[in-house]
């Protein structure tokens, strides 16, 4: 393992380079602040944020680590609105608001907030190791891989994501099936032969990512705040100081250690993620710890425990992201598209041929864990007050800026249009209950399955036995039906936690 | 007709005319065994198989907007639509300060402080974008 440190010692050469440390800095508290913003998640959050990031001509690798910055504050900002206003703005968040929520009503938001920003930063760095031991092997392994288990691969990503983003296997599918079709506007790359064009100039370069993400995420969750009553919302409520005493901390020790274990090993897998690993830990830990019963009626626990566990699983997602090409959530699907975009294309040879990149953003993210300690425990009375600001300015304001973003990107009216219309039909996915990560997964691996699907059988003169020649395309065939035959008990999971939940589903 | 069944039904027209509108793309010669078509099939017998699907298990009902609600969503889409055409005739920080405005008031603001606080947004937005960033946006009339 000597090796393996010492590329970490060179990644932290990069990453502490003075351009690249001030992007992981500004990422990780632009990240919380808009992260903050009610109803925005992570995947919001960083869409927002692209196309600003993609404007200032950095090299890729700092591009990157800019983005693990935004993905982590973002993801710490979506905790502080949950803990305080009780809006969750993912669904992994919704387990943090029982017992988070709980603590601000009891006036204890402070220790509530602190918590949540050690058990990410325990969980961040615990999984940290598990990334840079992890994703070497596995992509000395991935090597192997042929466009047959890229296939293979991908449907397994499609199914475990279409299986465990929502309750319904039906509505899954449409999405997904929405955003294949939604990939496949445009020229087809191999033939030359315009797709669902419409005779449109500008629909031949196909559906530019970011418009669809922004669309789908950003203008969907506008619509979405603009049905409800206008009136706007309960501000901040009394919170006491950001600390924790020595007593809260050594009792959530192993709280956190737990679940941050638990937290990657299923990060790692594709699909399942921050939720399912956020409901894992939160039940395991009531189970194990919960022995007054006081989970649940406001336990610092409870909120370490789902807290360490989601950080833990963001940086497992970005195993197969890194090493396979493969993203397993619609976060890192968004990721995945703004690499392809820099045109680096995350596969199996990344950490050979571009070792900078790979290991300058493992250390960038242990750094940004200890930027967000470091900035956001004594800063986060300045980012509640932004949660203070009235609706009608914050509302319209993160419309504006999808929309400014698109336009000084693109700088065509047309992709505005497309916009608009793509945040309607994303907003009444929303209400008919709809999953909204698949859309972008399939929009992003679409056209990476295609190739390759359609490269494996032009290599084997159409001899589709050729999807399943080998032990590694067989394995994850079966991993892929497995896959299919875990939403069952994944359900019944989420049965036995979510009536504590508290109000309302959470927007995707 | 339930929720689902309608949902079912449009999953369906949509899956339906892609896979029909996919028998159009033909190539001149064989690239590839599989060519451009099946691709978009293979979206469309998803859309398909997901409109069979809810059609045999429809779920809860969605709770559709009220009247006045569906109104204000009408109005936020016909802003943000009217923003994307005038733009290029009134600028940039007009026509945003008009936007945020206009959605400043569906928001539950009154004219005076949505055009206020409108300018003020999107002077910093301009700000950001065009010196920050160096991208350019619609200076309009005033350039």
């Known amino acids: 393992m000597p090796e393996a440190l010492q590329l970490l010692g060179g990644g932290f050469a990069v990453a502490l380079q003075p351009l690249n440390l001030a992007l992981v800095l500004v990422g990780a508290v632009v990240g919380t602040s808009v992260g903050m913003l009610p109803g925005i998640g992570p995947i919001n959050a960083i869409a927002l944020l692209l196309p600003l990031a993609f404007a200032v001509d950095l090299p890729p690798e700092s591009m990157l680590i800019l983005m693990a910055g935004i993905y982590y504050g973002s993801q710490y900002g979506n905790s502080i609105s949950t803990i305080l206003l009780n809006v969750p703005g993912t669904a992994s968040a919704v387990v943090t608001a029982i017992d988070g929520h709980a603590l601000t009503r009891a006036g204890r938001a402070g220790p509530a907030l602190a918590m949540s920003a050690v058990a990410s930063f325990v969980g961040g760095t615990l999984s940290i190791f598990g990334l840079v031991l992890l994703a ?55 033939s030359a032969v315009p797709r669902f064009a419409f005779g449109q100039l500008e629909l031949l370069d196909g559906i530019d990512f970011l418009v669809a993400t922004l669309g789908l995420f950003a203008v969907s969750e506008v619509l979405t705040l603009a ?17 924790l005493t020595a007593a809260e901390l050594t009792e959530s020790g192993w709280t956190m250690v737990r679940s941050s274990v638990l937290g990657f090993a299923v990060g790692v897998l594709p699909g399942a993620g921050g939720t399912v690993a956020s409901f894992l830990a939160y039940s395991t830990e009531q189970r194990i710890s919960d022995d007054q019963g006081t989970f649940g009626s406001g336990d610092l626990r409870g909120v370490a425990a789902p807290e360490a566990a989601n950080n833990a699983a963001a940086n497992g997602a970005m195993i197969p992201l890194l090493t396979l090409g493969v993203p397993g959530s619609g976060t890192t699907a968004v990721l995945l598209g703004a690499l392809l975009a820099l045109n680096v294309t995350p596969g199996p040879l990344l950490i050979e041929q571009r070792p900078e990149l790979f290991w300058g953003l493992a250390a960038s993210m242990y750094i940004g864990n200890v930027a967000l300690l470091v900035l956001n425990l004594p800063l986060v009375g300045l980012f509640v007050r932004v949660l203070a600001l009235p609706r009608w ?59 390759n699907l359609r490269r494996s059988l032009a290599l084997s003169g159409g001899d589709w036995g050729v999807l399943a020649s080998s032990p590694i395309a067989v394995g994850l065939w079966v991993a892929a039906a497995a896959a299919l035959a875990l939403p069952p008990l994944a359900a019944r999971l989420r049965r036995s936690v979510a009536p504590r939940a508290g109000s309302g589903p959470p927007s995707p | 007709m339930s929720d689902a069944r309608r949902w079912a039904v449009a999953l369906g027209a949509l899956g339906a005319g892609a896979g029909l509108a996919a028998l159009g793309f033909r190539v001149a010669f064989v690239t590839d065994p599989l060519g451009p078509r099946a691709f978009p099939w293979l979206a469309s017998a998803l859309l398909l198989g997901a409109a069979v699907g809810l059609a045999r298990h429809p779920g809860d009902d969605a709770v559709w907007p009220a009247p006045d609600a569906r109104r204000r969503l009408a109005a936020v889409v016909v802003a943000l639509l009217a923003w994307s055409f005038v733009l290029p005739l009134l600028g940039f920080v007009a026509a945003t ?15 005076v402080r949505g055009l206020g606080a409108g300018l003020a947004v999107s002077g910093v937005l301009y700000l950001l974008f065009a010196w920050g960033l160096g991208l350019s946006l619609p200076a309009g009339p005033w350039g």
């Open chain 1, 227 to 243: 049905e409800e009553s206008p009136v706007g919302q309960s501000a901040a409520a009394a919170w006491g100081r950001a600390r």
């Open chain 1, 136 to 190: 070497p092997v596995l992509s000395a392994w991935a090597l192997r891989f042929g466009p047959a288990e890229y296939v293979a691969l991908m449907v397994f990503a499609f199914v475990a994501l279409s299986s465990l983003a929502g309750r319904s296997i039906p509505k899954a599918l449409a999405a997904t099936g929405f955003g294949l079709l939604l990939a496949s506007v445009g020229l087809d790359p191999q």
């Open chain 1, 393 to 451: 300015i914050l509302v319209p304001g993160v419309a504006a800026l999808s929309y400014t973003s698109v336009y000084a990107v693109t700088n065509s009216g047309f992709d505005l249009v497309i916009l608009t219309v793509l945040g309607v039909v994303g907003w009444a996915m929303r209400k008919g209950g709809f999953p909204l990560a698949p859309v972008i997964l399939a929009l992003v691996l679409g056209p990476l399955l295609e190739r």
């Open chain 2, 97 to 111: 300060t008009l936007l945020l405005a206009a959605l400043g008031r569906l928001f539950g603001s009154g004219w």
